[in-house]
């Protein structure tokens, strides 16, 4: 695997624009273009899904089934994504996942693959969630306007762990661009700037917070937060086995200095790998 230690800003800025001069190949150009409008628009889906979701407590969704069954429904719902998500992560999810693409481009279009099936599976959780109807509480006046202020920071921070992360990977415009110009696709390096200075895993963090810091409070809201944030707290130690086999002692030395979920006060040097 390919990685480069360049800024997040000047990675995606280049390859953003080695994808309007791509080579000559009409079928490849046509796939990648497919593949990056079919990854962009299911990911805009899901995003807009799970915020406006979210932001009515999940009281607010397209599911119908019947109680009791509902609650096995959403449930489901729940466990197929982090159970999916860290198949495909897994060696063997890899190789899965490289078969998926026509015309012997599956390795190449990997993270977009990998980015549309996630995001499939974050819409189905968002849009076919079965509400049960019970409100708890709801956010008025001062507290609504707070609550939403909060809300937006959150997301804003997932957005900032995902761009300090590698936007192009977590987008999955790696793959689809990096086809566009028949090039190897180039991994960024271990992140290490940004929110990635303060704890190691920022991105599960935002994320778990966008499910704790909704205007509206439900069963169905507790129950979502409560699964996805067990997940965004055991998660990424698989993620860090594959960073300590990856990058060995750099990633032991990240380890010891940059505490895993919750910042410390205690300042410590920061030397970019």
Request: net charge positive; with cysteine.
């Amino acid at each position: 695997m390919n990685v480069t230690p360049e800024s997040p800003p000047n990675r995606l800025w280049t390859l953003a624009l080695g994808t309007l001069r791509p080579p000559p190949g009409a079928a490849r150009i046509a796939l990648a273009l497919a593949y990056g409008l079919l990854c962009h628009i299911v990911f805009g889906l899901a995003v807009l899904a799970m915020m406006s979701a979210m932001f009515f407590g999940m009281s607010e969704s397209f599911g119908r089934v019947p109680a009791p069954w509902s609650v096995l429904a959403n449930i489901a719902l729940i466990v197929q994504f982090p159970a999916v998500h860290s198949l495909l992560l897994s060696s063997h999810g890899s190789r899965f996942l490289a078969k998926l693409a026509p015309m012997g481009h599956g390795k190449t279009l990997l993270t977009t693959t990998y980015a549309i099936i996630a995001s499939i599976q974050l819409l189905a959780i968002f849009a076919f969630w079965t509400p049960s109807g019970i409100i708890w509480w709801r956010a008025e006046g001062t507290g609504l306007v707070l609550i939403c202020a909060i809300y937006t920071l959150s997301w804003l921070l997932l957005i900032w762990a995902s761009f300090d992360a590698g936007a192009e990977v977590q987008s999955g415009a790696l793959g689809w661009m990096s086809l566009m110009q028949k090039i190897r696709p180039v991994f960024p390096d271990m992140p290490t700037r940004g929110l990635f200075r303060v704890i190691r895993q920022p991105i599960y963090v935002a994320f778990a917070l966008t499910t704790w810091t909704v205007p509206v409070w439900t069963p169905d809201q507790l129950g979502l937060a409560s699964g996805l944030t067990l997940y965004c707290l055991v998660a990424p130690t698989l993620k860090e086995r594959r960073f300590a086999r990856r990058y060995g002692d750099r990633f032991a030395a990240y380890k010891h200095r940059v505490p895993y979920a919750f910042p410390t006060l205690r300042r410590v040097k920061h030397h970019d790998e």
